[in-house]
C-alpha cells in the first residue's frame, strides 16, 4: 500500500500567460506512515491533495495508488478507484444534518456496494476507532467540533483506503482537540496501514507525523524525517 507522485507539474491559465501551481512534484509515503505538507496560502498545498486524490489531471507526471498507474483511467475507472482506494477528509467536516453518525459512514459503505447487514457494524467498528461509539445516534447539532471532525474521518475510512488525504483537520479547533484529532489520525493511519497525507498550518502537532514536506511557490522540498 502505498502514494508515489513523480514529476508532477500543474498549470493553470492565467489570462494570456499560464500559473504553475504545481512545479515538478515528486513525493513518495509508504503504507502506514504519515506525511505532513506544509506551507504559506497559495504554494500549492490544496493542489497537491487534489492531484494525488484523482480529483485533478496534471499536465506531467505520474500518480500511483497501490501499484496502480492512475494515468489513462477513464473518469468512471477513477471514480471507482477513489471509491475503492482513497480516503478524503475535507476541511470542513460538511456532515448531512438530517443523519447520525452511524449513518453517515453508512451512506459511504453503500455506495460502495457493501451488503446492508454489514454496513451498520462496520460503521460501529470505526465509531468505536475514533472513541466515538457512543456518539453513534446522535447527529451533526449535537456533537461538539472536534467529534464532527472525527466523525469526517471515519467517514473517509469507512471503506478501507489505501491512502488518506487530509486537509487542515486541526484549522476550526482549539489546541486540545485539535491534538486529539491528529493521535487519532496518527493511530488510525498506523493501525490501518494507510498512505497518508496531511496537508496543514499547524506546525505544533508535527512530531506526530513520520516526515514533513514543505512547499513553497509549488515546489516540493525534498521531505524530511522528524527528530
Same mark, same amino acid.
Do not use: C, W
Given at each position: 500500500?502505498?502514494? &508515489?507522485?513523480?514529476?508532477? !507539474?500543474?498549470?493553470?491559465?492565467?489570462?494570456?500567460?499560464?500559473?504553475?501551481?504545481? =512545479?515538478?512534484?515528486?513525493? $513518495?509515503?509508504?503504507?502506514?506512515?504519515?506525511?505532513?505538507?506544509?506551507?504559506?496560502?497559495?504554494?500549492? /498545498?490544496?493542489?497537491?491533495?487534489?492531484?494525488?486524490?484523482?480529483?485533478? %489531471?496534471? $499536465?506531467?507526471?505520474?500518480?500511483?495508488?497501490?501499484?496502480?498507474?492512475?494515468?489513462? +483511467?477513464?473518469?468512471?475507472?477513477?471514480?471507482? +478507484?477513489?471509491?475503492? /482506494?482513497?480516503?478524503?477528509?475535507?476541511?470542513?467536516?460538511?456532515?448531512?444534518?438530517?443523519? !447520525?453518525?452511524?449513518? *453517515? +459512514? *453508512?451512506?459511504?459503505?453503500?455506495?460502495?456496494?457493501? /451488503?446492508? #447487514?454489514?454496513?451498520? /457494524?462496520?460503521?460501529?467498528?470505526?465509531? =468505536?476507532?475514533?472513541?466515538?461509539?457512543?456518539?453513534?445516534?446522535? @447527529?451533526?447539532?449535537?456533537?461538539?467540533?472536534?467529534? &464532527? *471532525? @472525527?466523525?469526517?474521518?471515519? #467517514?473517509?475510512?469507512?471503506?478501507?483506503?489505501?491512502?488518506?488525504?487530509?486537509?487542515?483537520?486541526?484549522?476550526?479547533? $482549539?489546541?486540545? @482537540?485539535?491534538?486529539?484529532?491528529?493521535?487519532?489520525? %496518527? &493511530?488510525? !493511519?498506523?493501525?490501518?496501514?494507510?498512505?497518508?497525507?496531511?496537508?496543514?498550518?499547524? &506546525?505544533?502537532? +508535527? !512530531?506526530?507525523?513520520?516526515?514533513?514536506?514543505?512547499?513553497? $511557490?509549488?515546489?516540493? #522540498? #525534498?521531505?524530511?524525517?522528524?527528530?
Amino acid at each position: 500500500m502505498s502514494l &508515489r507522485l513523480t514529476g508532477i !507539474t500543474l498549470t493553470y491559465r492565467d489570462g494570456d500567460s499560464r500559473l504553475t501551481a504545481l =512545479d515538478d512534484v515528486s513525493l $513518495d509515503v509508504p503504507g502506514g506512515s504519515l506525511t505532513a505538507v506544509v506551507g504559506p496560502s497559495g504554494s500549492g /498545498k490544496s493542489s497537491l491533495l487534489a492531484v494525488a486524490a484523482t480529483l485533478i %489531471t496534471p $499536465d506531467t507526471g505520474t500518480v500511483v495508488i497501490d501499484g496502480t498507474d492512475t494515468a489513462g +483511467l477513464s473518469r468512471g475507472e477513477l471514480t471507482g +478507484l477513489r471509491r475503492r /482506494k482513497v480516503g478524503i477528509v475535507f476541511q470542513q467536516p460538511n456532515l448531512l444534518p438530517s443523519l !447520525t453518525a452511524a449513518e *453517515q +459512514l *453508512q451512506v459511504m459503505a453503500q455506495l460502495d456496494g457493501r /451488503k446492508p #447487514r454489514g454496513v451498520r /457494524k462496520r460503521a460501529l467498528e470505526i465509531l =468505536d476507532a475514533v472513541g466515538l461509539a457512543d456518539q453513534a445516534n446522535r @447527529r451533526p447539532h449535537q456533537l461538539s467540533g472536534g467529534q &464532527r *471532525q @472525527r466523525v469526517n474521518i471515519a #467517514r473517509a475510512l469507512v471503506n478501507d483506503p489505501t491512502v488518506l488525504l487530509v486537509d487542515e483537520p486541526t484549522s476550526a479547533l $482549539d489546541h486540545e @482537540r485539535g491534538a486529539a484529532v491528529m493521535d487519532v489520525i %496518527t &493511530r488510525l !493511519t498506523h493501525q490501518q496501514a494507510t498512505a497518508t497525507v496531511l496537508v496543514t498550518h499547524d &506546525r505544533t502537532h +508535527l !512530531t506526530a507525523v513520520d516526515q514533513v514536506a514543505e512547499m513553497h $511557490d509549488g515546489r516540493l #522540498r #525534498r521531505p524530511a524525517a522528524i527528530p
